[in-house]
């Protein structure tokens, strides 16, 4: 039995990305949720629309629930064929927390959230297997203002150690209030997508040498999307910012291309490193 699964799929675009899977995927679908009340409410919303997902909880900011439901999966079934890293936060522009509280939380969630969740996912995957990172718009590397800071990011041999370690001087200097004139830019959301992408490269590197054959992971900016996280001002519904990710979650058995790529919501890769930054979709 194939298994996949979506983070964050209570709500949002990671709702709309469990439905089409129920729809589309030949398998299991499970969408999990930190909150189990607010999951088991999504659950029966799709139920209610003749759809047949299963429900865990996961909270991708505790290390204890993402081995539990680790264990839980190589327990039930033994393997993972789709994993859809779609949960994570972000601060609204009027949020009054000291700016270095903002950076490590968010930092904390969207990158070591998906690089935990990953660690201890990934040695389940079975042959064939997709992943999806949720990026953004502002997980493209020209987001970052300093050149010397791109640099580092754009390193062929960059480790997940060395990414973390940029990443946590990112929270440290925003704790210090000295990220803009590091070159970090005023965003932490950025800083964290920027992050998420990167890692999307060196896993797709790591895939490339594994002896399972043929996984595949992409980056991908889902478009703006009318969710809680835009405060609804997105333009696109949920279904229609779960048409890129869901693509990338059901690429066919040897795909050639997209793998390790930063796709955007029209399905296309984006130069990360170059540009352009497309418009929205
Ligand atoms: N909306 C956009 O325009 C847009 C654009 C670019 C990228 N994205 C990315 O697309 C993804 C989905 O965004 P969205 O707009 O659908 O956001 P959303 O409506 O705010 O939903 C976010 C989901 O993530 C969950 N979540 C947050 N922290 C979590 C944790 N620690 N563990 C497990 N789940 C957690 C939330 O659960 P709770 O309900 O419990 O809070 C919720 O289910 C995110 O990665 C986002 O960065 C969105």
Redesign the pocket.
């Known amino acids: 039995m194939k298994v996949a699964v979506v983070?964050?799929?209570?709500?949002?675009?990671?709702?709309a990305i469990a439905r089409g899977l129920c729809e589309k995927f030949d398998g299991t679908v499970y969408l999990?949720?930190?909150?189990e009340t607010?999951g088991l409410k999504a659950i029966e919303e799709l139920k209610k629309n003749g759809l047949n997902p299963k429900f865990h909880q996961?909270?991708?900011?505790?290390l204890e629930s993402i081995q539990r439901f680790r264990d839980y999966i190589k327990e039930k079934y033994g393997g993972l064929d789709v994993l859809v890293?779609?949960?994570?936060?972000?601060y609204k522009n009027a949020a009054t927390e000291p700016f270095g509280e903002q950076a490590e939380n968010t930092v904390r969630?969207?990158y070591f959230?998906v690089l935990e969740t990953c660690k201890a996912l990934f040695p389940l995957l079975r042959p064939r297997a997709r992943v999806v990172n949720?990026?953004?718009?502002?997980g493209h590397l020209l987001r970052i203002p300093g050149e010397n800071l791109r640099k580092k990011f754009v390193d062929p041999n960059l480790t997940e150690e060395q990414l973390s370690e940029l990443m946590k001087e990112f929270v440290e200097s925003a704790k210090k209030n000295t990220h803009s004139e590091e070159g970090w830019g005023n965003s932490a959301?950025v800083v964290s997508?920027v992050g998420v992408t990167a890692l999307t490269f060196i896993q797709q590197r790591k895939f490339d040498c594994d002896e399972r054959p043929d996984l595949v992971v992409n980056a991908v900016?889902?478009?703006?999307?009318?969710?809680?996280?835009?405060s609804h001002k997105?333009p696109?519904t949920?279904e229609e910012?779960a048409v890129a990710p869901l693509h990338c979650a059901l690429l066919p058995p040897g795909v050639k291309s997209p793998r390790g790529k930063y796709i955007w919501c029209d399905k296309k890769e984006v130069d990360w490193i170059s540009g352009p930054v497309p418009s929205q979709c």
């Open positions: 983070t964050g799929g209570n709500k949002g675009i990671g709702f999990t949720a930190r909150d607010r996961l909270d991708i900011d505790n890293n779609n949960a994570a936060i972000a969630v969207n959230g949720l990026s953004s718009s502002a959301y997508k900016h889902p478009g703006y999307v009318d969710t809680d996280m835009t997105g696109l949920i910012g």
